[in-house]
């Protein structure tokens, strides 16, 4: 009885009001799980359009008789279709999804317009071909800081790459002619870092900044492939809006073979168009 007595948590009344904010707990705990999140992110967004660039375009296979390669090219803009997603977990955490790819045939003249030059005794003779198809899928997961308007996110993930390069050109070697054909494919996954910053002006105007790296080092397919991008997203209905942006990409990848190195380096810069959904 000393015992009771002494417990302050012992009276009814007070079991009562324990019960009644217990209650209080879990009936506000889904709440504050599932509470808004900053009007900077949606819990799920889709998004369709294209990236308008214009490339400068830079290529060279070694071979047993040599190495070829191309000047610096501006081969006039390419269009690229283009699909990102993103679905927020809680308030601070999610998963981002982006897709492109980069498909481009070069057909030059190699003689009088430089197009193509050599090393040591190698040529090219007439035409040539180059023709370069690049995937490119990247998934992260981002954590996002901050619960205003503005938020800051760091991602990390992984993306998957894959690239097709054909080359086919005559060669002098040595005062002779032979036929260079040589056809390079390959994919890899390479670990993916990302930065990005959202800010709501209202809950229909928002302003976002991101900045990704992709880099794999070693192996018989390598490179690296920069990403930096900036933008408006404009919603005139809740649900349906549309995103402006402007980008640059660096992409620098070889593939070595037993019989020859292909080398591609891209430089995208251009504005992209998309339509999004948001849920």
């Known amino acids: 009885m000393l015992l009771l007595r002494s417990c302050p948590l012992a009276g009814p009344a007070r079991l009562t009001k324990l019960g009644a904010l217990a209650g209080a707990g879990f009936l506000l705990a889904p709440a504050l799980a599932w509470a808004e999140p900053s009007p900077a992110l949606d819990r799920f967004s ?3 359009g294209a990236f308008s660039a214009d490339p400068k375009f830079n290529a060279s296979v070694s071979s047993p008789y040599g190495a070829l390669r191309t ?4 081969p006039g803009r390419v269009t690229m279709p283009r699909i990102t997603a993103d679905l927020l977990i809680g308030d601070s955490h999610g998963l981002s999804f982006d897709y492109y790819r980069y498909k481009r045939d070069y057909f030059g003249q190699a003689a009088g317009s430089d197009s193509f ?9 007439g035409n040539a071909n180059i023709n370069v198809k690049l995937d490119f899928a990247k998934l992260s997961y981002k954590w996002w800081l901050g619960s205003g308007n503005t938020v800051f996110g760091l991602g990390a993930g992984a993306a998957y790459y894959s690239i097709d390069v054909g080359t086919n050109a005559n060669v002098a070697v040595n005062g002779r002619i032979r036929t260079l054909n040589e056809d390079a494919s ?7 870092l990302e930065l990005g910053v959202r800010h709501a002006i209202n809950p229909d105007l928002r302003l976002f900044a991101d900045l990704s790296g992709v880099r794999k080092g070693g192996g018989r397919f390598h490179g690296n ?19 402006l942006a402007y980008g640059v990409t660096n992409i620098d990848l070889a593939r070595q073979s037993s019989t020859a190195e292909t080398r591609v380096k891209v430089k995208l810069h251009g504005p992209s168009a998309f339509l999004k959904a948001r849920f």
């Open 46 to 48: 889709f998004s369709a």
């Open 71 to 74: 000047r610096d090219l501006e």
């Open 117 to 125: 030059g050599g090393f040591g005794t190698l040529s090219a003779v």
């Open 186 to 192: 390959d994919n890899a996954v390479a670990p993916l």
């Open 225 to 243: 492939i920069y990403n930096a991008s900036a933008g408006v997203e404009w919603f005139p209905v809740k649900n349906v809006g549309l995103v």
